[in-house]
Structure formats: C-alpha cells, structure tokens
C-alpha cells in the first residue's frame, strides 16, 4: 500500500511538474486545434479555465499553510522536538490528496511518541480531528472562493474523483469542477436560455 501510494504521488509530482512547465505549448496547441471561428471564443473559455486551474493551486498552498502552521502550534505547545521541521513535513504532505495528511499525522504521532504515550494519543486524535475540519470545512471554503464554485461541489467532487479515479482524481476533481462550471456557464446555458 504505502510503496504504490508513494510511487503513485511520486508520478503525479513529476507529471505536474512537466505539465506545468508545457502548459503554454499545450495550450497554444489546443487552441490550434479548434477552428478559427470559434476559436476567439474556445481562447477566452480556455484561458478563464487556466486562471481558475492557478486559483486552485495557490488555494491548495493556503490551505497546506494552514495545516502546517497548526502542526506547528500544537507541536511546540507540547513540547514534541523539531517543530519547525515537522510543521514544514506537514505542509508539504498536505499537499498530496486524501492519504498526504493522513501520513503526516502519523508520522507527527509517532515522533510525539518520544515525549509521552498521552502526546502521542493527544497528537494523533489532532490530526483526526483537524482532517475532519480541513477535509468539510477549510478545503470547501478555501477551494470554492478560489475557483468560484460551491462548497458542496467541491466535496462532491472530491469524493467522486477519489473514489472513481484514486489519487489522481482527487487531484483534478476542484479544477475539473470548475472547468466544468465554465463550460456550463458558457455554452450550455447560453444555447438553452435561447431554446
């Protein structure tokens, strides 16, 4: 489990790390491809979709933050050694859909271990408790002010992209809702409001 889950997030790390860096090719690509009278229209769709995809990604970095400065404040109120360190861990892990806090709260839990077992315990129901908080209530708000959709679609589709796709469908689940918001705001309602 843990060495798919790590080789998983391992590929999907360098994967957005070579997609980000072709994203203007990529795009400049697929605006080719679509035909030259509609493609004033695909571009402005297209571009929207991309600063909505940037919003996500600096929305994820807050919200990773978040956790990582919490991590901290517990950690140094208790006196688990290396704060800093494990804060920064935290953040980084949090990064990573669904299973990143997870391991970083075992992991924090573990090192907790070395204070006292009632640390240890305490840390460990922390990381349940502020999953519980990040998971229904950070990560909605956060992510729906910054791509501009629903709290509740964003759990949603959290949940359906996890559950149909794994780690990867948890990654794209907000920015596909979102792109999927844009289409229907841009194309579909439009055609329908005139029908």
Avoid: C, H
Wanted: hydrophobic fraction near 60%; avoid cysteine; aromatic fraction near 8%.
């Amino acid at each position: 489990m843990v060495p798919s889950a790590t080789a998983a997030t391992f590929t999907v790390l360098v994967l957005t790390v070579y997609l980000l860096a072709d994203l203007p090719r990529i795009r400049r690509l697929a605006y080719r491809l679509t035909p030259a009278t509609r493609r004033p229209r695909v571009i402005l769709i297209g571009d929207e979709i991309s600063a909505k995809v940037g919003r996500y990604v600096l929305g994820n970095l807050l919200t990773s933050l978040i956790a990582g400065v919490g991590t901290f404040i517990w950690l140094f109120a208790f006196g688990v050694p290396y704060p800093v360190v494990l804060g920064i861990m935290v953040a980084i892990f949090d990064l990573i859909p669904i299973v990143g806090s997870t391991i970083a709260g075992i992991i924090v839990s573990l090192i907790a271990l070395t204070v006292s077992l009632p640390i240890a315990i305490a840390t460990a129901v922390f990381y349940i408790l502020y999953r519980l908080l990040e998971d229904y209530l950070i990560v909605p708000r956060v992510m729906g002010r910054a791509v501009d959709i629903p709290a509740t679609a964003t759990v949603v589709a959290v949940l359906i992209g996890g559950t149909a796709f794994g780690l990867l469908g948890a990654l794209v689940a907000i920015p596909a809702a979102a792109a999927i918001d844009i289409m229907l705001r841009e194309t579909v309602y439009p055609s329908l409001d005139q029908a």
